[in-house]
């Protein structure tokens, strides 16, 4: 297995003296912090803008008071259709039967304001019933004869950040994961044949079994490296950027449990992506042809992400964890939002990975070890 | 002299193309062995068989007693060879090329320096050893490309067109190396299409012309009658 050593070592040596994966997982550890500093300022802005509702006619007495408590702005408008097509965010017509409403759904300004609306004239109505019943001696609880008395096991914040972290951690984690290696992985393949060392390489007596292995180890170390550079950073990032709206702000934690889980995946994902990154990098004659074959990956990894964002409550049953990437972004999930893990589900990810990892491998080696490797070139 | 590589009746198709058609020759201990012929006659294909990279259809091939099919390794420990493509890792600097070559040839950790240091000194490489190869030049790299193929010492020494992508002081240094090569007893293989440098060093030659090999013997019997070697050679083509 000395072999083995000694390749590892040399491709450690080379990677860390190659600006390209540097710089891959120097950006991963700055670009993190950035886009989240971004989102924090969208969803607090969001949360506290103050949008404009044009209108015409009688207004109930009051109603503008809440319209002003729920950053609501009104402004008199001759014609409120012709002004919520881009004027205000929403138009308002108050007759004697009540109030039309005029706004446009593709616009998410208009979304945002018509629920607004929608909470201050229900809260109104409610008020102005509970008046009138009292005023009347009737006792405004009978329109409510079965009161919910809600007691939500997180809360609405914890929800939030549990949704937030989901679907961003395990797509950061694989991404980063095959990000960070991808580089190395075809430079340590594809570009052996480019540079044309791979010949002198398999001339030595080393068994080429083990400078495959040593390949795919100093990848892995690569892909794992970018990818905790990347959540770190993340992490630290969240635990300094405030989430929310203002008064309300939140800062995103990640439970031990789930931190675990993050650190055993990210060890299967980074061996997997190293040896399926090697395999297609040995069918590549050049970096560049490599970078070709490996573009298809990065769909592969982004769709079960996806699949989360999506469809939160998504509850597969133990075939589906089966699946490479999909699985660990379900276990991921399962870690962060329920922090807590099935073992089954965590035994057959971990198998599946490590099967996944040694198929790719043999598939590399076989590869490897066909004369059409050195006829090709 | 001792035989160093038998080659005997080798065979050899690369995907519909028929490269080798029973090729034989004996290179020897202490000599220069030209393995001659234009370009695609099949002297790549036969040093790569020799050095175990491809496995032969038909015939056999032994370095110092040992069948490349049935003991590759011990082939491998006692081959080194230098091509025209000269490729080293850009970014490790020459002596880290060289010793990580060393390495994987099995030179034992103890003596990995002094090999090292020893072949950078033969070949008067001390003044960019700690370059990066990225910064060499093409005559130093190709010095690089020497220096891994011989730093584990293999009595078998393969040059491939070793001259062709280097300029005149370049390619001269790679012939003295033959010659010094040769001196200490190595049996060096020089396959080559320019007939010019074989008549000048060769002991002995074999010419092969689309895979079969048309004219062997030592260098002075195959010019015979003719002026130099190139129009030897070239009788001998149009005669196959």
Redesign the interface.
């Known amino acids: 297995m000395k072999a083995v050593a000694i390749v590892f070592r040399k491709e450690l040596r080379e990677i860390l003296r190659d600006r390209r994966t540097m710089i891959a997982i120097g950006l991963a550890a700055l670009a993190t912090p950035i886009v989240l500093y971004v989102i924090s300022q969208v969803t607090v802005r969001s949360a506290t803008q103050t949008y404009t509702v044009g209108y015409k006619g009688e207004m109930p007495a009051g109603l503008d008071i809440l319209f002003n408590a729920t950053s609501l702005k009104l402004e008199q408008v001759a014609d409120p259709v012709e002004a919520a097509k881009a004027q205000v965010d929403v138009g308002l017509v108050f007759t004697p039967r009540g109030v039309d409403e005029y706004y446009d759904p593709t616009r998410q300004s208009a979304q945002i304001t018509d629920i607004r609306i929608q909470t201050v004239v229900s809260r109104y109505d409610a008020a102005k019933i509970a008046a009138t019943l009292q005023e009347r001696g009737v006792d405004p609880s009978v329109l409510n004869p079965l009161p919910v008395t809600q007691h939500p096991l997180t809360s609405p914040e914890q929800a939030a950040q549990n949704a937030f972290l989901s679907f961003f951690l395990p797509y950061m984690l694989i991404t980063m994961t095959l990000t960070g290696g991808l580089s190395a992985a075809l430079d340590t393949s594809a570009g052996e044949r480019e540079r044309k060392t791979l010949e002198s390489l398999l001339l030595t007596p080393a068994p080429r079994s083990q400078v495959l292995v040593g390949k795919i180890l100093a990848v892995s170390v690569v892909g794992l490296a970018g990818a905790m550079v990347a959540i770190v950073s993340m992490l630290v990032a969240l635990s300094q950027i405030k989430f929310g709206a203002q008064g309300q702000p939140t800062h995103i934690v990640l439970t031990p449990l789930a931190a675990s889980v993050m650190v055993w995946l990210a060890v299967l994902l980074a061996g997997a992506f190293a040896s399926i990154t090697i395999t297609l990098g040995t069918l590549a004659r050049n970096f560049r042809q490599g970078q070709a074959y490996a573009t298809p990956l990065y769909f592969v990894t982004i769709f079960p992400a996806s699949l989360v964002l999506f469809i939160p409550d998504f509850n597969p049953s133990l075939g589906y964890y089966l699946i490479p990437i999909l699985n660990a972004v379900l276990v991921l999930r399962d870690a962060i939002v329920h922090n807590s893990v099935a073992p089954a589900a965590l035994a057959v990810t971990s198998l599946s990975l490590f099967v996944t990892g040694a198929l790719c491998f043999y598939a590399a080696l076989r590869l490897f070890t066909r004369e059409a490797l050195l006829v090709r070139s | 002299m001792e035989s160093a590589v038998r080659v005997d009746r080798l065979e050899k198709s ?2 519909p193309n028929k490269v080798l058609r029973g090729i034989s020759f004996e290179a020897r201990r202490g000599e220069i062995f030209g393995l001659l012929g234009p370009n695609g006659a099949g002297k790549t294909t036969t040093l ?1 068989i020799i ?5 032969p259809d038909a015939g056999s091939v032994e370095v110092l007693g040992f069948d490349t099919r049935t003991a590759p ?2 082939v ?2 006692r ?1 080194g ?1 230098v ?1 025209a ?8 600097s020459a002596r ?1 090329n060289i010793a ?2 060393a ?4 030179v034992l950790d103890g003596e990995l320096d002094r090999k090292v240091d020893g072949v950078l000194e033969r070949l008067d490489m001390g003044s960019f050893a700690k370059q990066r190869a990225e910064s060499l030049s093409s005559g130093q790299k190709q010095k690089v ?1 020497i220096a ?2 011989i730093v584990h010492d293999p009595p078998v020494l393969m040059f491939d067109e070793p001259t062709s992508n280097l300029d005149v002081l370049a390619s001269r240094e790679i012939r003295e190396f033959m010659v010094e090569s040769k001196s200490r007893g190595k049996c060096v293989i020089f396959s080559t299409h320019v007939l010019h440098d074989a008549e000048r060093l060769c002991d002995r030659v074999t010419i092969i012309h689309e895979g079969r090999v048309v004219g062997s013997g030592p260098t002075a019997d195959v010019r015979g009658k003719f002026e130099d070697l190139e129009d030897a050679f070239l009788s001998l083509v149009e005669a196959s």
């Open positions: 690369l995907g790569r050095c175990t990279l491809l496995a390794a011990e491998r420990r081959v060879v091509t493509e000269i490729g080293i890792y850009p970014r490790l880290e990580y070559f390495e994987l040839s099995g490309a891994r193929a």
